[in-house]
Nanobody, 122 residues
Framework: QLRLVESGGGSVQIGGSLRLSCVVS????????IGWFRQAPGQDREFVAA????????EYADSVKGRFTISRDGAKSKAYVQMNSLGPEGTAVYFC???????????????WGHGTQVTVSA
């Protein structure tokens, strides 16, 4: 069973940047997709980006392409998302999730961290 722990959230001004980290433990042999999602109050969990922990394939939501970059350090079992040019819509709790492959739908993720809050303000 995977355990995921997010960090790196905080408050930032509009146009600012943050880098979130996700530490993954409990890995066994196999392929793992690590995805970043965000959830604003009263809204569904929204896909942001995903990466294969054992490869280089990535997926991005259209709303973040060109501004966010997902990466991973397989040796350290970590995944990151660099978020640039953040707008007010970036205010949300950001979660990392673990899946058996590279997927973009929250329901296909089997494991979740507890989330880290990002607040973007003027």
């Amino acid at each position: 069973q995977l355990r995921l722990v997010e960090s790196g959230g905080g408050s930032v001004q509009i146009g600012g940047s943050l880098r979130l980290s996700c530490v993954v433990s409990g890995l066994t042999l196999g392929h793992y997709g690590i995805g970043w999602f965000r959830q604003a109050p009263g809204q569904d969990r929204e896909f942001v980006a995903a990466i294969l922990l054992t490869g280089s394939s990535t997926e991005y939501a259209d709303s973040v392409k060109g501004r966010f970059t997902i990466s991973r350090d397989g040796a350290k079992s970590k995944a990151y998302v660099q978020m640039n040019s953040l707008g007010p819509e970036g205010t949300a709790v950001y979660f990392c999730g673990g899946a058996n492959c590279l997927v973009t739908t929250a329901s296909e993720y089997l494991y979740w961290g507890h989330g880290t809050q990002v607040t973007v303000s003027a």
